[in-house]
């Protein structure tokens, strides 16, 4: 089986000692197949790059499995996305007990890595809100004013997600959220957990801003709770240096209309 991303395997080798009727000639077309092998060999990172930030911080045999790859050649092409700041190797996160042995090492983006995927206007979005600041006369009136603002955008978007949730059933529901998140380029994935389930968000287009603003992710956490109809905490969130912007989800069926206001828009510290 031969695996996209390694080498192309050249002509077979002549008879032994044919080379010396003179000196090799390059192969007509020989440019031509290089520059071919380097435009399949980024290709390939592409694809490395995408399933790390479609699926989160990766090992490199989880990402063999995932793009059908040897783990040597995703590990070439891992070397090369680090030397380029676009993925940095961190220690995999385990859930549960811890097996023996070093933990395995996982990949994920850096924020140079993220800039490549449809991160625009970002410096237009922070100029905006820090005139709403202002406009609000700064300090904690300001402050107000922001989340106002990312409340009232939030709810904008609620409405479609309110939507995909009605129509799916009280089990699937936190499923149909993240399908609807992804629709908006979150890159959204749900998975059980211990009395729970984890909703996981591998992209945020607007992590930069909120790194200044975290009333946006304050304000997505309590859409997430009334959605839901349930208390929700936010683990986790890439604009805080996550990974993933993770939230649980308890089984609880316990009505709230709001999240923890300690843990909304940031990792519980």
């Not at 909703?199 to 603003?213: D, K, N, S």
Request: net charge neutral; proline share 6%.
């Amino acid at each position: 089986m031969k695996y996209a991303g390694e080498a192309p395997q050249g002509p077979a080798a002549g008879p032994e000692g044919s080379a010396a009727a003179g000196p090799q000639q390059p192969a007509p077309g020989l440019e031509d197949r290089r520059e071919h092998g380097h435009d399949e060999q980024r290709g390939t990172r592409n694809r490395v790059a995408r399933s790390i930030l479609d699926h989160g911080p990766s090992t490199a045999a989880e990402l063999a499995l995932r793009l059908e790859l040897t783990q040597a050649a995703v590990r070439r092409h891992l070397d090369t996305l680090v030397a380029e700041g676009v993925v940095e190797p961190r220690e995999k996160r385990v859930y549960g007990a811890r097996s023996r042995g070093r933990p395995a090492k996982a990949f994920a983006l850096t924020d140079c890595g993220r800039d490549a995927f449809d991160q625009a206007y970002d410096q237009l979005a922070g100029d905006a809100l820090r005139w709403i600041a202002q406009a609000a006369g700064g300090g904690e009136m300001g402050e107000a004013a922001v989340a106002a603002f990312a409340r009232a955008r939030m709810a904008a978007q609620a409405e479609g997600y309110r939507k995909a949730l009605e129509a799916a059933a009280p089990e699937s529901r936190t499923e149909a959220l993240a399908r609807a998140l992804t629709a908006d380029g979150y890159a959204a994935t749900a998975r059980s957990a211990p009395v729970g389930e984890q909703l996981c968000q591998h992209h945020c287009p607007v992590a930069h801003v909120a790194e200044q603003f975290p009333q946006l992710c304050e304000a997505e956490t309590e859409v997430f709770s009334r959605l839901l109809g349930t208390h929700v905490q936010r683990l986790a969130t890439i604009a805080h240096g996550d990974g993933v912007c993770t939230t649980f989800i308890p089984k609880s069926k316990t009505k709230t209309t709001t999240a923890s206001a300690s843990t909304a828009g940031r990792n519980p510290a």
